[in-house]
C-alpha cells in the first residue's frame, strides 16, 4: 500500500509541473539541421525545429511557427533556432514541453499577444496575455482564432489524468483567408471534436502512453474530420513502425505529413 501510494504521489508531482522533479529538455542531436517548412495557398507557412530531447527520450514536440498575412504566429514555442519575433504566442496548457518561458524569451516582443489558458497565464504575469477557455474567440488582425476542447478520456494511473478536462486547456483552430489550421494539443479523441469542420491542416497528437492520442485513436480522429493535410506531433521518432501504421490507417484522400 506504501508503494502504491507513493507512485500516485511521485505521478501527480510530475503531472503539475513540481521543480521537485527536474526535466531537462535539450535539442536532440538527431534533429534535422534547417528547419522543416511546408507552403499552404495564400502564402502560409508552417515551420517546425524538430526533434528535442526530453531527459533520455528522442521526442518531436507540438511546436510549430505559422506565418501568414506579414504576421507571425508559434504555438507552443520549443528549443527554437534563431528565427523572427512573435506578433502571437498560442500556449495549450502548463506542461513543460509546451510552455517554455526560455523560448518566449527569445521571440516575445513589446507589442507581442501572449494566447494561453488561465493555468499558464498566471506563470506569465509579466506579459502581454489574452486568457482563453474552451469556445473563446478571437479576431486578431483578421485572423480567426478558436480555442477548442483539449483533455484526456484514459488515465495515466488510477483515477489520475495527465490532462484532465478541469484544467480547461486548449487546442487552437487558426482561420487565415480561408484555411482553417488545427493545432489539438494534448488530448485524446474526444466528443467534442465531431464538431470541428473543414480543417485544411490538423496538427494532432499521436504518442499515446495515456498523455495523448495513439495512433489508431488518431487516425479515426482524423477520418473524421477530414482535413486535406495532417502533421503528427507529441511522438517518440525512434518508433518508425508505429508513424508507418498511422499513415496506413488515415484514408487515403488525406495527405500525411511527417515532419522531424
Known sequence: MKRILLNILLITILLQGCSMIKIKITVSDKRNPKPQSIELPN???????????????????????IEA????????????????????????????DHLSIKDIEKIVKEETLIICPKNVAKKLSKYKIREVKPDDILNLDNI????????NLNRVFL????????????????TIDGTKIYHAGDTDFIPEMKNIK?????????GGDNLTMDIEQASNMINTLKPMLV??????????????????????????????
Not at 514555442?77 to 534563431?82: C, D, N, R, S, V
Not at 478558436?146 to 483533455?151: I, L, M, N, Q
Not at 473543414?198 to 499521436?206: E, F, G, Q, W
Request: proline share 7%.
Open 43 to 65: 502564402d502560409i507557412i508552417i515551420t517546425t525545429w524538430g526533434t528535442v530531447k526530453i531527459n533520455k527520450k528522442e521526442w518531436f514536440p507540438s511546436s510549430f511557427m
Open 69 to 96: 498575412q506579414g504576421k507571425v504566429f508559434y504555438i507552443d514555442p520549443l528549443m527554437i533556432g534563431e528565427t523572427t519575433p512573435a506578433d502571437y504566442i498560442f500556449i495549450t496548457h502548463a506542461h513543460p
Open 144 to 151: 480567426k482564432c478558436e480555442a477548442v476542447e483539449a483533455y
Open 159 to 174: 483515477w489520475i489524468k495527465a490532462h484532465p478536462k478541469s484544467k480547461q486547456n486548449v487546442g487552437y483552430i487558426l
Open 198 to 206: 473543414d480543417i485544411t491542416v490538423a496538427l494532432v497528437p499521436v
Open 231 to 260: 502533421i503528427p506531433m507529441h511522438y517518440d521518432p525512434e518508433k518508425k513502425e508505429n508513424l508507418i501504421n498511422f499513415k496506413k490507417r488515415v484514408e487515403k484522400s488525406i495527405q500525411v505529413k511527417f515532419m522531424e
